[in-house]
């Protein structure tokens, strides 16, 4: 069976027994982002969903392609990408005569959009035209690991001076 829900109501009762097959594309954002992280939704969301109820949860695989535009948090060049995700799986509780799965959708793309999206991860790569001053910034973990801890002596004191009073 195919059809196309908008927004994706799935009615308990009626799903089907071997289940229900769904692909299309949505133009309308399922997207809530705050003003102040300057990202896009960019239409159409693609979806192949396939939705089945074995017990009492309902189970989505879902083929999903969204993009986005962005500020990079580095440069804040204006940046394009797309989030394509393979077979992810989602499972819910059946909760009444029928769920809503619109918000599962964005919450399975959303958390695939990067924490602090750089011209790196762009679907057109560039290297972020930004200050060299800052640099100091993006230090490796090795290096951070390495440095030199100045609560040291202070926490060893205290682990010694925990020690000896378990001593007496």
Same mark, same amino acid.
């Given at each position: ?5 908008e927004p994706?109501n799935?009615?308990?009762h009626?799903l @089907?027994?071997d289940g229900?097959?769904?692909?299309? $594309?949505?133009?309308d ?7 102040q992280? &300057?990202? $896009?939704? +960019?239409a159409? /969301?693609? =979806?192949? /969903? *396939? ?7 309902? *189970?989505?695989?879902?083929n /999903?392609?969204?993009?986005? #535009? =962005?500020d990079c948090v580095?440069?804040?060049?204006n940046?394009?990408?797309? +989030?394509?995700l ?5 499972? *819910?509780p ?6 809503? +799965?619109?918000p599962?959708i964005? $919450?399975?793309?959303i958390?695939n959009? @990067?924490d602090?999206?750089?011209?790196? !991860?762009a679907?057109?790569k ?6 060299? #001053? =800052?640099? !100091?910034?993006e230090?490796?973990e090795?290096?951070?690991? #390495?440095?030199? &801890?100045?609560w040291?002596?202070?926490?060893d ?5 925990s020690? *000896?009073?378990?001593?007496?």
């Amino acid at each position: 069976m195919s059809a196309s829900i908008e927004p994706w109501n799935i009615n308990h009762h009626e799903l @089907p027994a071997d289940g229900l097959y769904l692909e299309g $594309e949505v133009n309308d954002s399922i997207f809530t982002f705050r003003a102040q992280d &300057n990202i $896009e939704f +960019i239409a159409p /969301l693609y =979806y192949e /969903l *396939e939705i089945t109820r074995p017990q009492s949860d309902i *189970e989505i695989s879902a083929n /999903l392609q969204a993009s986005f #535009n =962005y500020d990079c948090v580095r440069c804040l060049k204006n940046s394009r990408i797309t +989030i394509t995700l393979e077979n992810s799986q989602l499972c *819910e509780p059946v909760q009444g005569h029928q769920t809503d +799965i619109t918000p599962f959708i964005a $919450e399975e793309i959303i958390l695939n959009f @990067p924490d602090n999206p750089k011209c790196e !991860h762009a679907d057109t790569k560039t290297d972020c035209q930004w200050d060299t #001053n =800052y640099e !100091h910034q993006e230090e490796d973990e090795e290096s951070i690991k #390495n440095e030199k &801890n100045p609560w040291k002596e202070l926490e060893d004191m205290v682990t010694t001076s925990s020690q *000896e009073q378990k001593k007496s």
